[in-house]
């Protein structure tokens, strides 16, 4: 069974960093963009940022602007996004996916997008 295994979440101070890591299991992802995503509790999903496959272009939502830098290291086959000056508001679950495409069109999930199972970033002094 394809996955996605995300790791790097924590409790954190605001203001604290953390680097969050997405490797696949059972397939290489150097074909596919990936996406980060969270969810706080109570909310939807919503994009934070992804990557095309060859890491020629990024997409950030405006909450990641200026914070949150993804990259991706195909020769490990893993996807990071470092999460800086973080703020209470950042909590919940992230999770990554990889879309079966070079471009994450518009950062939008599709049908057929693989996912992890999430890693829980929590801000909070």
């Known amino acids: 069974q394809v996955q996605l295994v995300e790791s790097g979440g924590g409790l954190v101070p605001p203001g604290g960093s953390l680097r969050l890591s997405c490797a696949p299991r059972?397939?290489?992802?150097?074909?596919?963009?990936i996406g980060w995503f969270r969810q706080a509790p109570g909310k939807e999903r919503e994009a934070v940022a992804c990557?095309?496959?060859?890491?020629?272009?990024?997409i950030y939502k405006d909450s990641a602007k200026g914070r949150f830098t993804i990259s991706r290291d195909n020769a490990k086959s893993t996807v990071y996004l470092q999460l800086n000056s973080l703020k209470p508001e950042d909590t919940g679950v992230y999770y990554c996916?990889?879309?079966?495409?070079?471009?994450?069109?518009?950062?939008?999930?599709?049908?057929?997008?693989?996912w992890g199972q999430g890693t829980q970033v929590t801000v909070s002094s």
């Open positions: 990557i095309s496959a060859f890491a020629d272009g990024a």
């Open positions: 996916s990889a879309h079966a495409d070079q471009y994450f069109k518009g950062c939008v999930p599709e049908e057929g997008d693989y």
């Open positions: 059972r397939f290489t992802f150097d074909d596919y963009a």
